[in-house]
């Protein structure tokens, strides 16, 4: 069969896509001759018809598009082939390649596998039965990498000049330029203030949290891997958002080391938990334990001129365990006031101005963070020390997700065929709001961070500044875009109440109905719903466990 001439291949394929599309088992558009002047190509290819835009909506409508390759072996592309492959990642159809021989861009790099389905010709006529084979998931995965890939590499011109220039540097094991951190232009502040005692603070018992005098501030270590991201991560750094253009100073997927390193050493400040002979409530609160050295994690807020109601805020974070520094976050045009006091929490806290009032500035990679860890709470959000612990060491391993406290879920609206926020009691969760919430500053600050502000599609960031809302839905929506996995809400806590705060915006109806609006439109803009759900909460090992007389609980409330 190899030995047949391009022409008899040419026959071959005819004859099986007529085949196909006369069985009317699936629908399958096959057009012979075009209707308008075919665009010049190759002798040995097939001709790409009519207009760019009329191809594009036909695409749009389409599952697979069928990539003829040259009929003569001794082309490894062709311009057809690239215009037709390019046009199907551009409008989410996935490609099938027919011919083995020929060479997809950036091969070398870019997995192809995962988005296109490359076919030798003498398999034509198992060609319909293959593509029936594959999986509504494989389906959508392939389609997803595919815009990816598209998105990324061959959009705009500048993409391709950097697609080409990121190509010479991998091949000459060139780590790429650190990501640009967001520069703090800081409002200088009076600090003084005796904090006080949070008179809503659960009592704990006898037991410490942690560490709060003997920890000093600590900065988490960066740019560890730059060489080993370069060359041991080449693939997912290829093939994976945001792509190879960036080093970026810390990642959630970095490799953790085996157990042994705790006990037997290895330099990089491991706490294991009663020094490695584990324990119960109190050797767990003296020592973080897990899987990863120690760290420190940054509370960043949000605030527009509520002072008295920031001030409260900040006090109640005295003593917190492992608390590196408070960023504040003033997005009111106004200074604030000369003559405020702030409270003396034991850490730094730095305040810093945004050039305007929008929601979008949670998630500026500011410069000024120094740890992996970052948790974002709202000015008017009560957390207790405890439940701030819990959710550190939570994080500390799912450090891909968001992980907090006030749990929603997007439910299906039969009547009107539409996606509705909702915040009710429910079995299922699928989104947790970043009024109070940890993330991985390589992730979310940074990586996260960097797609919300610059790579996410510009409608979005502009629907949550039309609104004065859904900046935590798009978040979510796009962490579940990247990762396929849900958020992990930790504790019983579903809301949080504010007492002597002025009324909440969430308690106004238009507040709910704009959110409606937000999830639909963003479901547009990605072409899917992102969102999964999932049907488990987090609580503490030892919680409701009946224990010895010598044994103390991990957390007493949670």
């Given amino acids: 069969m190899e030995g047949n001439a391009p022409a008899d291949y040419d026959d071959r394929i005819i004859a099986t896509l007529k085949a196909v599309q006369d069985s009317k088992l699936d629908l399958v558009l096959v057009e012979f001759t075009c209707k308008s002047p075919a665009r010049p190509s190759l002798p040995t290819e097939w001709a790409l018809c009519g207009e760019r835009d009329h191809r594009l909506e036909l695409l749009k409508l ?65 060609l319909h039965f293959l593509l029936r084979s594959l999986s509504d998931n494989d389906l959508l995965n392939m389609r997803r990498q595919g815009r990816f890939l598209w998105e990324t590499y061959f959009s705009t011109s500048d993409s391709v000049l950097n697609t080409v220039l990121a190509t010479v540097r991998t091949r000459l094991q060139i780590p790429a330029a650190p990501i640009a951190e967001e520069r703090s232009s800081e409002i200088p502040h009076k600090s003084g203030k005796a904090a006080g005692t949070d008179p809503n603070m659960a ?13 000093p501030p600590y900065a988490s270590p960066k740019y560890l891997r730059n060489f080993t991201v370069t060359v041991l991560d080449m693939y997912r750094t290829w093939n994976r958002a945001p792509g190879p253009f960036h080093l970026f100073p810390h990642t ?93 929490i034991g850490v730094p806290i730095v305040v810093v101005h945004t050039e305007k009032n929008s929601l979008n500035n949670r998630f500026l990679p500011w410069d000024v963070i120094e740890t992996e860890a970052i948790l974002s709470i709202d000015d008017d959000a009560h957390l207790r020390h405890d439940e701030i612990m819990f959710g550190f060491r939570v994080w500390r391993e799912a ?58 599609p510009q409608a979005i960031r502009d629907m949550v500044d039309e609104y004065i809302n859904c900046e935590d839905i798009a978040m979510n929506f796009l962490v579940s875009h990247i990762t396929r996995k849900p958020p992990i809400k930790v504790t019983s806590r579903w809301t949080f109440r504010c007492p002597g705060c002025p009324q909440a915006l969430s308690h106004d109806d238009s507040h709910f109905h704009e959110r409606h609006k937000c999830i639909n439109f963003f479901v547009k803009v990605y072409g899917y719903m992102p969102l999964l759900y999932t049907q488990f909460r987090v609580d503490s090992v030892l919680f409701k466990t009946r224990l010895p007389h010598d044994k103390t609980k991990c957390f007493k409330f949670i």
């Fill in 62 to 126: 389409s599952t697979f598009v069928l990539i003829v390759t040259p009929g003569d072996s001794r082309l490894l592309a062709s311009a057809g082939c690239a215009f037709r492959l390019f046009e199907a990642l551009e409008a989410g159809a996935i490609p099938v390649v027919l011919g083995e021989h020929a060479e997809l861009p950036y091969q070398d790099t870019v997995r192809w596998s995962e988005a296109a389905l490359v076919v030798p010709k003498p398999r034509i006529t198992e």
């Fill in 203 to 215: 009592d704990t018992g006898d037991l410490d949290l942690g560490p709060v005098e003997t920890e």
């Fill in 252 to 344: 959630p997927f970095d490799p953790v080391l085996p157990s042994e390193a705790k006990f037997l050493g290895s330099g990089t400040g491991f706490r294991p938990i009663g020094a490695g002979a584990g324990g119960s409530g109190r050797e767990f609160q003296a020592a973080l334990g897990g899987n990863v050295p120690r760290e420190q994690f940054t509370v960043v807020m949000l605030t527009y001129e509520r002072e008295e109601v920031l001030m409260n805020s900040l006090e109640r974070l005295n003593g917190l365990p492992y608390l590196n520094k408070v960023l504040v976050v003033w997005n009111s045009p106004k200074s604030p006031s000369e003559d405020l006091l702030w409270p003396d």
């Fill in 399 to 456: 450090r891909d997700r968001i992980v907090g406290f006030p749990g929603r879920y997007h439910a299906w609206d039969m009547n009107h065929q539409s996606w509705l926020y909702n915040s009710n009691y429910s079995c299922e969760l699928s989104m947790v709001l970043t009024g109070a919430a940890f993330f991985h500053k390589g992730v979310h600050y940074q990586y996260y961070a960097y797609l919300y502000s610059y790579v996410m």
